[in-house]
Each structure stands twice: as structure tokens, then as C-alpha cells.
């Protein structure tokens, strides 16, 4: 199994920038992929946000993040970050960090570990 704790969420102001990290810890000697997920107010489903392979050098991003946001991990290591950049209202979220063994899925269901969340607030 794999144990995941995020850190670095707060409130930021429209068109700031936030980095979120994901420790992983457990059964980190195999080959998985790490993956961002939020969960807006009042919605129900988690949203992909970004996703990263074993090796780092794999990503994919979610529609609305797409230029703004970079994840990116050490090869091997276990820590995984997200970069947010030119943030808006609509980022508000509780922010997710996903693991799972083998390829880097942009679907929620995909993910067998998940942290408890760190709420992201974009608000002036």
C-alpha cells in the first residue's frame, strides 16, 4: 500500500500562484503513478486535475488547467508537486493526491490511494 499526505494549500488571491507536495510513504519501491485530483464546492465528482508516470517524465494535464499548472516529481523519488500558476476563483477545491500502481490515468475510479486533501481558496 501506498500512504499519501498533501501539504501546501492556503488561500491565495485571482492570478497568484500556490505549489502543492504529496509525500508518499508505504510501498514506494514499484513502478506507480501519481496523480492531482479536486473536488469543487457543492460537486459530487473529483475533477482530474493533472497526472505524472513512474519515471516523471510522462504527464497530462485536465482541460481547465491545461498552461497553468505543471506537476512534476523526482525519477524514483516520492514526492510529487503541483505548481499552480495565474490562479482563478474557479481553482477553489479541496486538492486530492492519487497513487496507483502502472499507468498515469486521468480517471478518478483509476486511483486505488488517495490523501486526505488540502483546501486550495482563490479569493480576493
Known amino acids: 500500500q501506498v500512504h499519501l499526505v498533501e501539504s501546501g494549500g492556503g488561500l491565495v488571491q485571482p492570478g497568484g500562484s500556490l505549489g502543492l507536495s504529496c509525500a508518499a510513504s508505504?510501498?514506494?519501491?514499484?513502478?506507480?503513478?501519481m496523480g492531482w485530483f479536486r473536488q469543487a464546492p457543492g460537486k459530487e465528482e473529483r475533477e482530474f486535475v493533472a497526472a505524472i508516470t513512474w519515471s516523471g517524465v510522462g504527464t497530462n494535464y485536465g482541460d481547465s488547467v491545461q498552461g497553468r499548472f505543471t506537476i512534476s516529481r523526482e525519477y524514483n523519488a516520492e514526492t510529487m508537486y503541483l505548481q499552480m500558476n495565474n490562479l482563478k476563483p474557479e481553482d477553489t477545491a479541496v486538492y486530492y493526491c492519487?497513487?496507483?500502481?502502472?499507468?498515469?490515468?486521468?480517471?478518478?475510479?483509476?486511483?486505488?490511494?488517495w490523501g486526505q486533501g488540502t483546501q486550495v481558496t482563490v479569493s480576493s
Open positions: 508505504g510501498r514506494t519501491d514499484s513502478n506507480y503513478a
Open positions: 492519487a497513487a496507483r500502481y502502472g499507468a498515469a490515468w486521468s480517471t478518478s475510479d483509476m486511483y486505488d490511494y
